[in-house]
DNA sequence: CTAGCCGAGTTCCCTCAAGAAACTAAAGAT
DNA sequence: ATCTTTAGTTTCTTGAGGGAACTCGGCTAG
């Protein structure tokens, strides 16, 4: 992609999505968080090239997502670890997961569970509010402006917005 | 991108990262769950070009995702809407906007507000625990192999891959 | 009735980024 | 002295994204 500028916008999502918007980060986030830190383990991990790796990794570096942390002295060795800020980026995928859990595991399940350890249950993400707990969908809210600027023309009511029939939920 | 077969890996996020991970496919979903669905607004609004909004949308419709309606008979017209499985995208990009907000909104604050008609407050999304209600972080959960296969090197507990010191929290 | 306009795409050309695979380089290990 | 491990660079080719012009059905205004 030659760089369209997503960062500008006053759009939450579009920026994020301007670092995470990209097919590797999301995959390479994964791996780092759940302990997959050194390059060579990513390239066998994820298949993905040598040097695409090394853009993503300096970009998220760059970022300040990932860290690049020495882990032995001899021979001097580095691998990449999550910053709080990369850490903060489980949600969406938490979210992404559950996602693909629902529409797209076969007969035999989802590939992977979650094991929530403070209530010692596998467990699923859910989307709640912060206020009040309950999960937030796309009929139960309303996107407005914040103090941050307008959000161009998005800045309607969500709501009878879901096809008709289309689209029935899965078992 | 030459088609990376990430939709054969038995990993979830990387099938829904075959999907989703894109720049403009996020910006789409958000675009049309807020109600922006019609080709021409989708070009002007996202700056994306014609060509490659053409190719996403059809590969949105073709999953699933969004529907082609048409929203009106003379002249006919069509526009896209989302489809179940599409609007339950909706808490992915509620995680993107929310890590947007913390680490990029400027001094005037995020851009734009969820309201939750539920419950009538501002709020954000929390990834919470489906079973207790707590929230779910990297560093109270384990990843476990599912039943639908095991998920590859990637299976060890998530604990103390943070790094050290480095990306403090934002204000 | 013919010219223009709108919405929804296609088509064309060009550049830049992704893939594949070989190469480099430091530091042990045999 | 050579081999191996780890962590990347480099080179080359293909193909996807950007930009902009073109198409096409169907109203609508003069």
Known sequence: MTRTPLSDVACSIARATDLFGDAWTALIMRDVLTGIGRFDDLVHDLGVSRKVLAARLSRLVEEGVLARERYQERPPREHY???????????????????????????????????????????????????????????????????????????????????????????
């Open 81 to 171: 670890v999550a910053t709080a800020k990369g850490a903060e980026l489980y949600p969406v995928l938490l979210a992404l997961m559950n996602w693909g859990d629902r529409w797209y595991a076969g007969e035999a399940g989802p590939p992977a569970r979650i094991h929530h350890l403070t209530c010692e249950h596998d467990t699923t993400m859910v989307a709640a509010c912060a206020h009040c707990g309950e999960p937030l969908t796309v009929d139960n809210t309303t996107q407005l402006p914040g103090p941050g600027g307008q959000i161009g023309p998005g800045t309607q009511v969500i709501g009878p917005l879901i096809a008709s029939r289309a689209g029935e939920h899965p078992a």
